[in-house]
Structures are given as C-alpha cells and as structure tokens.
C-alpha cells in the first residue's frame, strides 16, 4: 500500500513569491493534517480536513496561508505571499476517521531567501 | 495553555547504554502517542497507550504512561545506532472534530558507534 505521497521535497523561492504544497494522504483515510516543524521540534499544526471540510484550522495563519481538499482526497497548501519565516518543514499527514495513528508524508523542505 | 514537555531536549550517548525520554504535562490526556522521525522522513508511530499505568516493550523499548495520564516515559535499553532520531510524543484529547493531538517539542537522541 503507497504511503502518504508529498510534493515537491525541496523548494527553494525569493520572499514575497507564491509557493505552494501537494499531498496525496493513503487510499481510504478520511482526516488528512497540514503541519509546519521547524528544525529539532515538534510539528505544529496547520489545518485538519475531515473529507473536504476544514474542522481546524485556528492555527493556520489566513492571511498568507490557504489550504484547499476540494474532492475529500489531495490537498494543497499555498502561501502568497512567502515570507523568511516561512522557511520549514511542511508535512502532511492521514488518518482513518475516528482515531489512531497518523501517516505522515516525508514532507517538503521551504527555504525562502 | 496544554503544553507537552519533553526532556531531555538533546541526548548523545554511546552505544550500548540505557536512556530514558519523559513526556509530562498538567493536563490529563485520553491517549498519548510516542513517535520516532529521521532525518529527512516524516515522524513514525511507535506505541499508543490509552491506559493509566500501562507499559507497552516493543523490543528494546519500553514505554509507560503515568498513573494519572499526565505523563509518559519511554526508555531505550541498550541503544543502537539505528535509534538515532527525533522521538516525539503527543497526548491525544477531546473526540470527534473537537479532538486534538498536542505534541512535544521533542527529544533529539544520537545514539554514537
């Protein structure tokens, strides 16, 4: 079974461009979380989808950040525009409705100069 | 503010010793999660404890949560090389859409040859 599938790995981009994050969570799983860790801690989370509705997304930063599951499945997550702080690990993670483990993705690697 | 503190943040220890990872807060969690991420992956589950005083051993670790689920330990006998990561632990509240997993901000262990 293929695992949770993020792209790009890498991206390197000028403050105040756009960039934005794709993810594939594993066939099945309804919840799929957008997570930003910096380096050496924790993941911090972004915004949860359960299907296609976003059920938290308080800690998402709406004036920079959007995030879109339009069909329950993918999901992006863009930022317009970038800023040096915004340089981090993105990670996505699925889980099945209810509870349980998270699949995490290997996630993608911001580096804004 | 439900806060998880790991300790401690850094570890480097030789091969073949024993270590223990602590995870404690002031909040009482319904679960806590222990996770282990390397360097460029995303963080893998390695246990989840649901019971007050449980003690899950998977191989060489062992994992407990405190009689009053505020706290979790999780001690490594013998460590390897391969034991080198980031552990992360995460206490699991609420239910439905409204629950929340809480994560620590980690421990960074570098377990040396």
């Known amino acids: 079974e293929a695992g949770v599938v993020q792209s790009p790995r890498y991206k390197i981009i000028e403050k105040k461009q756009p960039v934005a994050f794709w993810c594939n969570p594993i066939?099945?799983?309804?919840?799929l979380y957008w997570y930003r860790q910096n380096l050496g801690q924790g993941p911090e989370l972004l915004i949860r989808?359960?299907?296609?509705?976003?059920?938290?997304d308080s800690q998402l930063p709406k004036d920079r950040f959007s995030a879109e599951r339009l069909k329950g499945v993918d999901s992006t997550l863009k930022i317009q525009p970038a800023e040096l702080g915004d340089s981090a690990v993105y990670l996505c993670?699925?889980?099945?409705?209810?509870?349980?483990?998270?699949?995490f993705g290997p996630g993608t690697r911001l580096l804004v100069l | 503010t439900q806060l998880l503190e790991q300790s401690p943040q850094f570890l480097s220890i030789q091969e073949g010793e024993n270590l223990t990872v602590y995870c404690n807060s002031s909040?009482?969690?319904?679960?806590l999660q222990w996770y282990r991420q390397e360097p460029g992956e995303g963080p893998v589950l390695l246990v989840t404890?649901?019971?007050g005083g449980e003690v899950k051993k998977l191989k060489r670790l062992t994992f407990q949560f405190g009689d009053a689920r505020k706290d979790s330990s999780l001690h490594i006998t013998a460590a390897q090389t391969g034991d080198t990561g980031l552990y992360l632990c995460?206490?699991?509240?609420?239910?439905?859409?409204?629950?929340?997993?809480?994560w620590g901000l980690g421990t960074s262990l570098a377990v040396n040859p």
């Open positions: 404890v649901v019971t």
């Open positions: 995460a206490g699991g509240k609420g239910a439905g859409n409204n629950r929340k997993l809480i």
């Open positions: 993670a699925s889980q099945t409705l209810g509870a349980g483990a998270q699949y």
């Open positions: 066939s099945g799983h309804n919840t």
């Open positions: 989808y359960e299907n296609e509705e976003a059920v938290d």
């Open positions: 909040s009482v969690f319904s679960s």
